[in-house]
């Protein structure tokens, strides 16, 4: 049985924040008085994550998706509640628990501006204690899997930033980390560079069993590595399952689009009882329940005189949309 | 504490930091001039200040200029590690990339006290120890073991509060998140360091006695050279490195409980 890598009970986390009115006086008030409230940012969440999991974390800006991952890699001290991560208490920090994690934020850079990502792998490899010449062997096989080669001796400051985001990745991963917290890091990439670091996670998941922890604004990064998805709302877990479960409950019927060979075919098909999104001459788009798609097909097919027909998914961005103002999927 | 790799990871951030600083030239060269340049016009402003005196606060201008000597060296480290280091807590806090720090298997005040140097300010180091000799010679100490570990111990512990109120004022970012302004004030503080402690008046020699003991910092090392230490002060200096230095470090740990990392 996959043991439980990641546990988390009843996980609370409360920020003081301070507001400020408009204006100069609001200005002199705030720097003289300064009004702060507690602003709980996450309420009472529990999960668990099993060995080898990717697990994708969805939620809009301000839901609490960076917190937690933050709260997961012991970054942030939890105010109620309690996490376990690969057994130990994160926010400890303890140096067994460090060798076996890593954090990438798409929006953050650890490598050294002004010299080439080498010289940033080699101080990681002494600070993870690695010798030479491991350090050489892990470095050749990641930037092997991450196809980066020359890029490895330019100055950080001249890569472009799908380069920069590989070489990243392979600072964080030269310690061959069992867990992977990953904050949005595809953000700003071009749609190649984006498959590109997809492909290598799958990868990377794959060959050492890691577990991967995912926030992302892109939905194919979602849709491509996660087949579990945590849906955060305002600090609350509203949805924790499989990803096609969510889909199906929050899409429940799909487009068809037939082609009919003539336009009396495709009347006859707008008035035998199917729910009908639009008509053009002989094209006509239905909407059919995604629980009776191959019956209904088979009837189309038996009684009308079709040319053609397209199954139109929903886009997926639209789908998950609703999760991102919704709250509570009972699935 | 595993000494080899903390070793091993020194040696990283001292070929890192050469290589990073090596990169701008005219930048270093730059610096070289006014290191050279400030050291000069510190000097002149002494010589100033004893034309008409032949004594200030009981300190001649070859026993002054001790002073200034450790303070050259102690600004040198300043510049070489506290600098580069410790200004950039207070970037990492409000940028956020101190989660890298953190979630690194080695002692988080180890890797930001150290991880960058200036190499333009052991220029300054060097000049300082260079004055510093030229006045040994000028005043005629005898350098003798007491002596040499008595002024190392005394400018060892010097280096350990600076160091300490400095990373003091840093940490404390972690809750005014911008702190540039109180750094700034104990780099003035030092300033004032480079002038024998008598030649101020009672109430100030009290205050950079107790509260911003920077007294500490220049005129017991000065003292030592002279002969003129007593060892209570230098035992107190001692204590007093002792306890800033722990502190330092006790408040960093309980600092980091409060750290929220800057949003993405």
Partial sequence: MVQNIIDVRNLSKSFDISSKEPGLKGTIKHFFRRQTKSLKVIKDISFEIKEGEIVGFLGANGAGKTTILKMLCGLIYPSEGSILVSGYLPFRRKENFLKNITLIMGQKQQLIWDLPPIESFYLNASIYDLDKFEAKKRIKKLSEMLEIDEELFIPVRKLSLGQRMKSELLAALIHEPNILFLDEPTLGLDINAQRNLRKFLQKYNKETNATICLTSHYMKDITSLCKRVICVHEGAISYDGKLNLLLKKLSPVKEILIVCRTEEDAIKLENSGFTVKNKINNEITIKIENNSITSSLKTILNNFDIEDLFINEPPIDEVIGKVLIKNNYDI | MNFRKYLKVYKKFLHTSLASELEYKTNILVDLITAILSLVGSIFLLSIFFQNNGYIGGWKFEQALIIQAIYTILNGITNTWFNPNLTEIVKHIREGTLDFVLLKPIDSQFFISLKKINPSGFLEIMLGFLLLFFCIKINQINLNLSFLTLSLI???????????????????????????????????????????????????????????????????????????????????????????????????????????????
């Avoid at chain 2, 020699?205 to 030592?224: C, G, M, N, Q, Y």
């Fill in chain 2, 154 to 264: 005394t400018i060892s512990c010097s280096i350990c509060i600076l160091y300490s109120l400095w990373f003091f004022i840093s940490t404390t970012t972690i809750w005014f998140v911008k702190t540039w302004n109180a750094i700034e004030v104990l780099r003035s503080f030092l300033y004032i360091g480079r002038f024998p402690l008598n030649s101020f008046s009672f109430s100030l020699r009290i205050f950079f006695s107790v509260f911003i003991p920077i007294a500490f910092i220049t005129t017991i090392p000065s003292e030592v050279f002279l002969g003129l230490s007593v060892l209570w002060k230098i035992l107190l200096e001692v204590i007093v490195a002792t306890v800033f230095l722990i502190n330092s470090r006790k408040f960093w740990l309980f600092a980091l409980k409060f750290y929220s990392s800057a949003s993405s």
